[in-house]
């Protein structure tokens, strides 16, 4: 099973952006998840994570107010819903999650390869 992301791109300051990460197989649902970001010659930081597979979530200041983190009902898809993009904000995005094996009840740390969103002045 792998963790997939889609919808990185380039776009203007001031826009938004939806990040979706989905499991690539149904028989795993996502459990406690997070959103990270790398900017070029900075590292990895936290920009929105659940407190295990709570709805109690963290955001990073910097994002707080902007972006929203969710999952689907199905428990297979995260997101992340980005708005009032800032040229600060462009970095490449992973996401992290828990999976747990429907069948066996068992978890299991997963991280996306990355997608890049660029934000231009």
């Known amino acids: 099973v792998q963790l997939v992301e889609s919808g990185g791109g380039l776009v203007q300051a001031g826009g938004s952006l939806r990040l979706s990460c989905a499991a690539s197989?149904?028989?795993?649902?996502?459990?406690?998840m997070g959103w990270y970001r790398q900017a070029p010659g900075k590292q990895r930081e936290m920009v929105a994570a659940?407190?295990?597979?709570?709805?109690?979530?963290n955001y990073a200041d910097s994002v707080k107010g902007r972006f929203t983190i969710s999952r689907d009902n199905a428990q297979t898809t995260m997101y992340l819903q980005m708005t009032n993009l800032q040229p600060e904000d462009t970095a490449v995005y992973y996401c992290?999650?828990?999976?747990?094996?429907?069948?066996?009840?068992?978890?299991?740390?997963?991280w996306g390869r990355g997608v890049q969103v660029t934000v231009s002045s």
């Open positions: 197989e149904s028989t795993f649902s996502i459990n406690a």
């Open positions: 659940t407190l295990g597979g709570s709805y109690n979530i």
């Open positions: 992290n999650a828990e999976l747990i094996d429907r069948k066996y009840s068992t978890g299991q740390d997963y």
